[in-house]
């Protein structure tokens, strides 16, 4: 193992060196793509594994939760005060956004990035369903796959995994379920695979077994 660089030079207010924190390493276009502090700012950085790494303008600094699909980097960011945390996308050339899921300032935040039946999975908020299920093709406009947790109130999906040609993930699907274990085809309605802790709480609520980690 050896220093590829010290991005963030010098020592901070202790005495110990600063530290650049490289995180949300990914490749892409034959570079690896990642996040670090240089002191002053944090910004997405790009180093071909010869030269010295350099930072990559066109990646707004915010950029994080990179993820490859169909030949584009995708990522969540916060651009400035017209649009709210959103789903972005870079050719190797520039940055777009992709759609304004939650309109105007309101942040969609999407999150979770998985690739499933050909389509770019995630949860996001579109400012009426809450957080719940969403897909991208690469080509029309993210759509919304359920209202799993019907209304403002939102189901939250994460830990994505992909089993036997379906696609398996934590959800909160109403009161009386919790977070359970649920499952998508990619066609039809995302549907409840397991309630590992049935029955209702003192409060009314039912248990949650948590699902994570699954793969």
Same mark, same amino acid.
């Given at each position: ?116 039946? #050909? ?6 908020? #579109? ?19 359920? #209202? ?68």
């Amino acid at each position: 193992a050896e220093l590829v660089a010290d991005i963030s030079l010098g020592d901070n207010f202790q005495g110990t060196p600063n530290s650049s924190h490289p995180l949300n390493l990914i490749v892409y276009n034959d570079l690896l793509f990642f996040k670090a502090y240089d002191g002053t700012t944090t910004d997405c950085w790009q180093y071909d594994g010869v030269n010295p790494a350099t930072v990559n303008s066109a990646i707004p600094p915010d950029a994080t939760d990179f993820i490859v699909f169909d030949g584009v980097l995708y990522f969540r960011s916060y651009t400035d005060g017209a649009v709210g945390s959103e789903l972005w996308q870079y050719d190797g050339a520039t940055a777009s956004l992709v759609y304004d899921i939650n309109p105007g300032v309101g942040n969609s935040s999407p999150g979770s990035f998985y690739i499933f039946n #050909d389509k770019l999975i995630f949860k996001a908020d #579109d400012g009426t369903n809450g957080v719940e299920l969403w897909q991208y093709d690469g080509t029309n406009t993210p759509a919304i796959i359920a #209202d799993i947790y019907a209304g403002q109130a939102s189901s939250n999906p994460s830990n994505f995994t992909e089993f036997d040609g379906k696609l398996y993930f934590s959800a909160y699907g109403d009161t009386t379920t919790g977070y359970e274990l649920w499952v998508y085809d990619g066609t039809n309605t995302p549907t409840l695979e397991l309630d590992l802790l049935p029955g209702l709480a003192a409060n009314g609520y039912g248990y949650s077994s948590y699902i994570s980690s699954i793969n």
